[in-house]
């Protein structure tokens, strides 16, 4: 359980007990019921996490809505969006194990997150994974509900693949962009599971002369 459900879930409790003893007991059932449902979104259940080598995790549960060929700093590469609604784990997991490389927040629009104007416009958090002999993007994106996106690592600080490295409260989407070497197990339509669904395998020796080469951040399409 991630420790803001406590916090949500104690408030409201208060609430239902205030209002349960100034009005009726009846008109506390609501905030009970949302009490509930906060600990029941902000759960955290743990995972089983895939040591394949050359092997990338979904950062998210969720569903695939989009995997396409974008440009970084104009070279070909690989996106993998994965949709969150309400009613998925909103916790966020490195995708590999590495070294962060770069936190950059953007701040932005909360457009619906199954557009494709959300990945750009949005606001969103973009980190840079170096590590396992190649580097790639993950983004956390705001949506239409989503108004907080929490990221606990740092710069230079060392991750494990499946670690847990933030949240993003609410509906949400998130972004994986890697190189076009890699090779994709998902497709459009799938449901992931964060740190257990393997997205994709970057071959060893393709990992080593895409890293030695590329500069990851993002840019225009």
Partial sequence: MVRDGYYYAAFLILAAVLIGWLASPVWAVPCLLLATFFLWFFRDPERV????????????????????????????????????????VHVNRSPVAGIIREVRYQRGKFLNAMTEACAD????????????????????IAGLLARR???TKKVGDAVRRGERVGL????????????PMAKVQVKVGDRVKGGASVLAYLAPVEAELVTAGAQVREGER
């Avoid at 606001?123 to 983004?139: D, R, S, W, Y």
């Fill in 168 to 179: 993003i409260k609410f509906g949400s989407r998130t972004d994986v962009v890697l190189s």
């Fill in 49 to 88: 996490i895939p040591a394949d080598p050359g092997a990338i995790v979904s950062p998210a549960d969720g569903k695939v809505t989009d995997v396409s060929n974008v440009r970084v700093d104009g070279k070909p590469w690989t996106r993998i969006s994965i949709f969150l609604n309400v009613f998925d």
């Fill in 121 to 140: 416009h949005n606001e969103q958090n973009i980190v840079t994974v170096a590590g396992e002999g190649h580097t790639l993007i993950f983004k956390q």
């Fill in 149 to 151: 996106i929490i990221f």
